[in-house]
């Protein structure tokens, strides 16, 4: 199977919250990201976890990691429509990255 | 600083003819990566340099594909001859210390069609 998988679509309305899930499978990756893509452009890393970690919370932005479940998710608070865009999980042992979940806010 | 430059953004050809992307990593950057992104697969590492040698080359799809980087401020990927099978978004990355820490930074893509 592949390395990182993480569903393809979310949609989600403006003011709720946001929750992109993933999974992965190599349980050495020392980090694991989450990174952004807005229409036309290259991707931007937007938050990241150490995997000794279990929670990261920067602004609006939380990450989960469960390391037994190889679990990885990005709950984005307050989504705005600004956060509409692919979200990719991804793993530092591999450079493995997910196929992108694609958020649509809608009003 | 401006970032990974990537040439051509678009690139239209036909099948069987040669094409050669273009990456300009950040300058001081260590490490640069070239990414394959398509609907079906997702975003595919190709290969990855460290100091302009060649890494790791495994995800390379076939002998058609190819990729030098003769200096530490240029990076080329060559596909000859292509097929239509080979359309998609090249993304070159770069990277300044140890991919396991750093983040890479991404170039805007070239977007590929071959007919």
């Known amino acids: 199977g592949e390395d990182v998988e993480q569903s393809l679509f979310l949609s989600v309305r403006e003011g709720d919250s946001s929750v992109i899930n993933c999974t992965y499978t190599d349980s050495s990756s020392t980090y694991l990201y989450w990174y952004k893509q807005e229409p036309g452009a290259g991707l931007q890393l937007l938050t990241y976890?150490?995997?000794?970690?279990d929670m990261k919370q920067d602004q609006r932005l939380t990450v989960l990691l469960n390391k037994k479940d190889k679990h990885l998710s990005l709950r984005i608070a307050d989504t705005q429509t600004g956060d509409s865009a692919i979200y990719f999980c991804?793993?530092?042992?591999?450079?493995?990255f997910g196929a992108g979940t694609t958020v649509t806010v809608r009003a | 600083d401006a970032g990974v430059i990537q040439s051509p953004r678009h690139e239209v050809t036909e099948m069987g003819q040669e094409v050669t992307l273009r990456c300009k990593p950040i300058?001081?950057?260590?490490?640069l990566f070239w990414y394959r992104q398509t609907m079906m697969r997702g975003l595919e590492l190709l290969i990855y340099?460290?100091?302009?040698?060649?890494?790791?080359d495994s995800g390379m799809p076939e002998d058609r594909f190819s990729a030098k980087m003769p200096n530490a401020s240029f990076s080329t990927l060559k596909i000859q001859p292509s097929e239509p099978r080979d359309s998609a978004v090249y993304f070159c990355a770069s990277s300044l210390t140890d991919y396991n820490t750093g983040e890479l930074f991404f170039g805007e893509g070239s977007r590929l069609t071959v007919l």
């Open positions: 300058s001081g950057h260590d490490y």
């Open positions: 340099f460290n100091n302009n040698v060649p890494i790791d």
């Open positions: 976890i150490f995997s000794n970690m």
């Open positions: 991804a793993e530092s042992t591999k450079l493995s």
